[in-house]
């Protein structure tokens, strides 16, 4: 918006210019080396205006030849940015359909079109195809690998809790939801599962310390943390007055 209003501006500062010069004629003499040359004030001024719009024009030209590799490089590069995220995208959809074939075709293609280190996603297509194809040892490896990078430490660690429910190790599952309720108070289903292991195992100051940290969070509307928090020290009394 700002150069069209100049370019207008512009043009109207040249129209005013020539006119203005149309309305006092004139002529030029220019003596050099012994040669006089002569024109209207007019022809001089449209001369030296055409001069400076040739250099402009050169110098674009110029300046597009020396820029054109970059600019044809950074769009390739934009095409081929673009064409990884629609295979990633078709393989994450295939894969939450559970289609096999498909994903493990598309997480190959998102591979050779995108860097895996800059995009998480890819990491996620990688283990949903793993998953649904039933290698459930390959994908407890990148569960693993995800959970040790700080960008895809949750999903990994989630993960990770499903696949030891799943195999019926209720230590590592346990392990796996306070590590992720301790990380991120705000994960419901960690915080459920590591309530649920606390409250089991008599944990009660522990319980009451990850269910605070929940209702900071905002995971449990106030009500519901007060009624769970009676719960506890209801039980954490009769434990003690057991003992």
Do not use: C
């Amino acid at each position: 918006m700002i150069r069209l209003l100049i370019f207008v501006v512009l043009i109207l500062a040249l129209g005013f210019g020539f006119a203005w010069l149309a309305d006092r004629p004139g002529d030029l003499f220019i003596v050099w080396q012994d040669r006089r040359i002569e024109m209207s004030l007019m022809t001089a001024v449209t001369l030296v205006a055409s001069l400076i719009a040739a250099i402009m024009v050169g110098w674009w030209i110029i300046r597009a030849i020396l820029y054109s590799p970059r600019t044809v490089s950074r769009y390739f590069r934009a095409s081929k940015r673009d064409r990884g995220y629609q295979a990633l995208s078709t393989g994450l959809l295939a894969a939450g359909a559970g289609d096999a074939a498909m994903a493990r075709k598309m997480n190959k293609r998102t591979k050779g079109l995108l860097n895996a280190d800059q995009e998480p996603l890819i990491h996620l297509l990688d283990v949903q195809a793993a998953l649904i194809e039933g290698r459930h040892e390959e994908a407890r490896k990148l569960f693993e690998a995800m959970a040790e990078d700080p960008e895809t430490r949750l999903l990994g660690l989630r993960g990770l809790y499903l696949e030891a429910q799943r195999q019926g190790a209720d230590e590592a599952a346990q392990h796996y939801a306070e590590t992720a309720a301790e990380q991120a108070p705000q994960l419901q289903w960690a915080g459920s599962a590591a309530l649920s292991y606390r409250t089991r195992e008599g944990k009660w100051n522990e319980a009451l310390g990850l269910l605070d940290k929940q209702r900071q969070a905002g995971t449990l509307e106030p009500a519901v943390a007060d009624r769970h928090k009676a719960v506890l020290l209801t039980a954490r009394a009769r434990d003690h007055a057991d003992s």
